[in-house]
């Protein structure tokens, strides 16, 4: 029954995975579903964790994205607001030199909260 509740209180971010599995064409390896992309980087959704196999994925960012997991199964409803779209657009802007020289990405209180959750240690 809390099973159900949990997947019901994250539905948004649930359906949203499913769309982009489909739409990505992601397989499931393991805990994760694998995609390829040029232009994405791997992100979760949900319980989903979609992880772009052309980009090296290690165990910090496997972590970190359990982090945005536990992000969302405490935000329910609110974590696309909360944490997904800030956190995409900051990806997004750290794709930019000028930014990415300026800005350390994971110390954005949404990725640097998906760290502690995870138990991801940055040097």
């Known amino acids: 029954m809390l099973r159900r509740f949990e997947y019901a209180w994250q539905l948004p ?19 994760v579903y694998d995609f ?40 329910g ?11 995409c657009i900051g990806n997004m802007a750290f794709r930019n030199k000028w930014v990415r020289k300026h800005l350390d990405y994971y110390s954005l209180p949404w990725e640097s909260w998906a760290d502690r959750l995870g138990g991801v240690r940055r040097c």
């Open 13 to 31: 971010q649930h359906a949203l995975a499913l769309a982009m599995i489909k739409v990505l064409d992601a397989k499931k390896s393991g805990t």
């Open 36 to 75: 390829s992309s040029k232009r994405l980087s791997s992100f979760s959704l949900g319980e989903y964790i979609l992880c772009n196999k052309r980009k090296p994925f290690n165990t910090n960012d496997y972590k970190h994205e359990a982090g945005h997991s536990r992000q969302s199964l405490i935000l």
């Open 77 to 87: 409803p609110l974590y696309l607001i909360v944490i997904g779209i800030p956190s």
